[in-house]
């Protein structure tokens, strides 16, 4: 049985996250989305928020699971039994620091995980949490980005009313 990890920091989950979560649950028998619980990056949501978006746009993926994490993600997958590390790629650019990432892990875990990347569905390829936050933070329809219950959390974090 693999058990894979798709972690990130989710702030908020985005139709580009799902398509990656979609498309490894068919490949791995259990896919564990890890949400970072990482103060110092300053989210716009909490863990727990973070963590029920998500909980509720893969309710219907019965081998996905949504768990918070803090601490190394490479202790979190010793502790349980989780040896493959998911991430998708949208462009070149992501490139570069994915694979430094991916290659520090796999040396310090002493070669028990690895990581397989994923190349984002080409309708997600531009799109990133942080341009979801910017436009709705203008008050920007972002429905065509995130479910609908995404859109409304953003509309009540930026205190956006309907016109
Ligand atoms: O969505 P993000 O912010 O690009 O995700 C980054 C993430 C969560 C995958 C990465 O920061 C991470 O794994 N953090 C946990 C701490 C850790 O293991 N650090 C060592 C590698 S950077």
Known sequence: MTRAIYP????PVTYGHLDIIKRSSTMFDQVIVGVLNNSAKNPLFSAKERVDML???????????????????????????????????????????ELQIAQSNRKVSKETVDTVFLTTSIEYAYLSSSIVREY???GTDVSDFVPEFVVEKLKKCFRISEA
């Not at 803090?70 to 502790?79: A, C, H, S």
């Open 55 to 97: 909980k509720k746009a893969t309710e219907e993926l019965v081998n996905v699971e949504v768990i918070c994490f803090d601490g190394l993600l490479i202790d979190y997958m010793k502790q349980n039994d989780i040896s493959v590390i998911v991430r998708g790629l949208r462009a070149i650019t992501d490139f570069e620091y």
């Open 136 to 138: 709705a933070s203008y």
């Open 8 to 11: 990130g920091s989710f702030d």
